[in-house]
């Protein structure tokens, strides 16, 4: 038996037995008497998982080890903490949010950009025990007002403005328009000042951050539950209602340790990058959380694969910090690749010091694999995952044994994660063929426990499809050697650029224009991002307007009410929506028409006409 298997049988066949070792990785102020116990995780052990990733550290003479590498190529400005450093800011921002009446249990709303305010934020929350909710910076005022409404926040931790390349995006007045839109008023704002877009902060509402934070006294950590949650992060679902993706402390800790050294195979001293946005999952996980609670240096980059200022703009980074594992989305390769195809921008710096480039997010394409693969010469690590896991269900863990790797598979299930996949009847498909793709009960730790403040959709969205299982919303296969292979959603939610987004939620905006009927979003494959939404609208009778007037409108009220991360340009007006006769919309249909792939009309269609339709209107954008 090889050596994955052997760790394989024993996380499933003894999960506590396994997952009591990985916790002794963490450092608990009451060991948990239990390992699992009444469907949670670690029950009665106590913690702190701010301690685990900073104190801790300091106390074991890594002080002065750099914790947090900032480079940001969009402002010019690299900036290193060390642990020691880190930890006294952490601390004292902790103060101040303690000052302004925070304490554990009680949630604060972080809408930063990539600084290292925004880490310092995250572990501050961590340190009182508070939850935090992290909104990505891409969404609109109305996805923010949403989330401040649901997640109900004691104070809001903000900037004056994020930077992408082609604009400064002034964060103040994103926040105002949320904060009008929301029922729910915070008690504080507290905003960053950066220099290229200073706030006008309001009386009474906002302080300044800096000089917050300096007239405050660092804070201790509080010891809080294994079982308290450490964070909310809001993801898409089917629906306009994004759902709050519950993480607590314990799981989190034992799992994302654990993986550091299995799944990554990273050791503490070492550089880790996990280039994405603080906003993800991704971001939460590998950027701040595991790196830190394994004593690496972790690197935040505010910038991005290409254009800032060129497609070596990785390569400099990995080059310049002596980063030795890169986790970065596909698409962030491909459009790598796009823009230097013989790879020449990676030849100019010495990347002798990476040891693997694991990437995640979406599917990882042949091509891109290959490319990467000869590119850098070193494994090319397709790992799969989602916000809800919070960790990696399937990959290649370098840490207990590389595996033979099969293009288009992210190899086989993480130890911890017990992987069926179903027919429609609930019993588990033959190898090779395409079923839903599931997790067999109980999830290990760190996967989420709950949706916050909502356990009916939970129940709802994930466990009642498939009793005893976990629904990924994901479709695939295994095959004869058990390597899975991921194919897609099965619902709703698509993935541009890697980043996850509901259709439902876009058809919900569309609806909203006075002169649209009905509608249809659907992905469509995109060579660059993977997949790019498309919206379908049918006009109300008697609309008479320009129809390409109306798709303008469209485009520009998705960006207005969801943001600019949707991408949403492409709205066509067409003169009716295949559907069955029952009503349902043929989305699956009308996705094959608009890949090109063959598609074949449904018996049940009500007016096949309408699949030509669909055909045209595709033809014509
Ligand atoms: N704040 C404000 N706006 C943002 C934003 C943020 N944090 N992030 C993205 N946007 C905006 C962009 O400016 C762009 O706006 P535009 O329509 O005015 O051009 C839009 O949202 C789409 O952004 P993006 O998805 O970044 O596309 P892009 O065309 O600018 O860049 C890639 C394409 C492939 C380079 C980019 O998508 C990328 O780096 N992807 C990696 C994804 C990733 O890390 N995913 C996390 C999972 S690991
Ligand atoms: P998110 O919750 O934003 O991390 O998105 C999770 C979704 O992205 C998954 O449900 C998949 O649909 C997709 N995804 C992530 N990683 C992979 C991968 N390695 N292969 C295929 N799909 C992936």
Known sequence: MSAYDEVYRRSVEQPERFWGEA???????????????????????????????????????????????????????????????????????????????????DTVVIYLPMVPEAVVAMLACARLGAVHSVVFGGFAARELAVRIDHARPKVVLSAS?????????????????????????????????????????????DLDWEQAV??????????????????????????????????????????????????????????FWAASDVGWVVGHSYIV???????????????????????????????????RTLFTAPTAIRAIKKDDPSGNFAKKWDLSGLRYLFLA???????TYHWASDLLGIPVIDHWWQTETGWPVAANCVGIEPLPVKPGSPTRPV??????????????????????????????????????????????SYLERYPGHYLTGDGGHLDEDGYLYVMGRID???????????????????????DVAECAVIGVADELKGQLPMGFVVLKAGAERDPQEIERELTALVRTRIGPV????????????????SGKILRATMRDIADGNPYDAPSTIEDPGALADIAQAVKGT
């Not at 595991?290 to 980074?317: I, N, Q």
């Not at 997010?361 to 091509?367: A, V």
């Not at 179903?422 to 599931?438: E, F, H, I, M, N």
């Not at 709703?492 to 996850?500: K, P, Q, S, T």
């Open 566 to 581: 949707a991408a949403f340009r492409r709205a066509v007006v067409v003169p009716r929506l295949p559907k069955t006769r």
């Open 214 to 271: 300096r007239a405050a006294d660092p804070a201790p950590c509080v010891s809080v539950a294994a079982t308290d949650p450490l964070y909310v992060l809001y993801t898409s679902g089917t629906t306009g209602s994004p759902k709050g993706v519950l993480r607590d402390n314990g799981g989190h800790a034992v799992a994302l340790h654990w993986s550091m050294s299995h799944v990554y195979g990273a050791a503490p001293g070492e550089v």
């Open 492 to 514: 709703d939610v698509i993935n541009v650029a890697g980043h996850r987004l509901s259709t439902g939620s876009m058809e919900e905006v569309l609806a909203e224009h006075p």
């Open 289 to 323: 959380y595991a790196p830190l609670l394994a004593g690496c240096t972790t690197v935040l980059y505010e910038g991005k694969p290409v254009g800032t200022p060129d497609p070596g703009a990785f390569w400099r980074v990995v080059a310049t910090h002596g980063v």
């Open 23 to 105: 916790a002794r990785g963490i450092d608990w102020d009451v060991p948990p008497p239990v390992v699992y116990g009444e469907g949670r995780w670690f029950p009665g052990g106590r913690l702190n998982t701010c301690y685990n990733a900073l104190d801790r550290h300091v106390a074991a003479g890594r002080g002065d080890q750099p914790a947090l590498i900032h480079d940001s190529p969009v402002t010019g400005v690299t900036g290193v903490r060390t642990y020691a450093g880190l930890l006294e800011e952490v601390a004292r921002t902790a103060g101040l949010l303690r000052d302004l009446g925070v304490t554990a249990g």
């Open 415 to 460: 130890p911890g994660w017990d992987v069926h996949v179903l027919d429609a009847d609930g019993a588990d498909c033959p190898p090779g063929t395409d079923g839903a793709v599931t997790v067999k009960l109980p999830l290990p730790p760190g996967a989420l426990p709950t949706l916050f403040r909502d356990e009916p959709r939970f129940s709802r």
């Open 161 to 205: 403005c994020g930077i992408e390349p082609s604009r400064v995006v002034a964060y103040q007045p994103l926040l105002d328009d949320a904060l009008e839109q929301a029922v729910h008023r915070p008690a504080r704002c507290v905003i960053l000042q950066r220099p290229q877009c200073v706030a006008e902060l309001r009386e009474g509402r």
């Open 361 to 367: 997010g979406e599917r990882l394409d042949p091509d």
